[in-house]
């Protein structure tokens, strides 16, 4: 499957999530630290809360028509990149770059949206100078992260903590074999 963000199709406000609930990316996004796709919460994650939490509300109505019925809800895709193009998550977010570096700053979006476009040249930037992305473990999943003043020192030993070899994240060979 290609790296993908989806939007739930119903108007769901995401940001009250992690902003007002202190709930990190991977309550939902479970399988971002150990595999390619980030993964998407199934109806049961939502119920969690739901079941105690605005139980009533319209905007929910699809996830109780979800459980109710044992279907999955319907995702749609935000980015959807090229089949050709191989995207690890767990890769990136065990190695200081955080969710926000791609997807924003998604505690102030109402709704998932496109916040970089994720082009070929725009990922190939991050990955020739790495260090100005890098981040702290720690700060990995706070998506109101903003780089430091002193970003370029920083990211430089961040580049030798996380072992990455800025020479290595260019050349296709390295992966593709």
């Not at 399988?31 to 809360?49: D, H, I, N, R, W």
């Not at 905007?59 to 990149?81: E, F, G, K, Y």
């Not at 930037?125 to 998506?143: G, M, Q, V, W, Y």
Request: net charge negative.
């Amino acid at each position: 499957m290609s790296a993908t963000t989806f939007r739930n199709r119903f108007p769901f406000p995401i940001a009250i999530m992690p902003a007002r609930l202190g709930l990190d990316c991977r309550y939902c996004h479970t399988q971002v630290e150990k595999a390619a796709f980030a993964g998407l919460p199934p109806t049961e994650t939502c119920m969690t809360c739901h079941s105690q939490l605005w139980t009533n509300a319209e905007m929910l109505a699809p996830v109780r028509v979800s459980l109710a019925t044992n279907t999955p809800i319907h995702w749609q895709r935000v980015h959807d990149l090229a089949d050709y193009v191989y995207f690890d998550h767990s890769v990136h977010v065990t190695n200081g770059v955080g969710c926000s570096s791609c997807h924003g700053n998604v505690a102030d979006m109402p709704l998932i949206a496109k916040a970089e476009p994720l082009s070929m040249s725009w990922c190939l930037d991050c990955h020739r100078d790495p260090a100005k992305n890098l981040r702290p473990e720690s700060d990995i999943f706070d998506t109101a992260w903003q780089k430091p003043a002193d970003q370029e020192e920083k990211g430089a030993i961040l580049l030798k903590h996380y072992g990455i070899r800025p020479d290595h994240l260019t050349d296709c060979s390295v992966c593709h074999r």
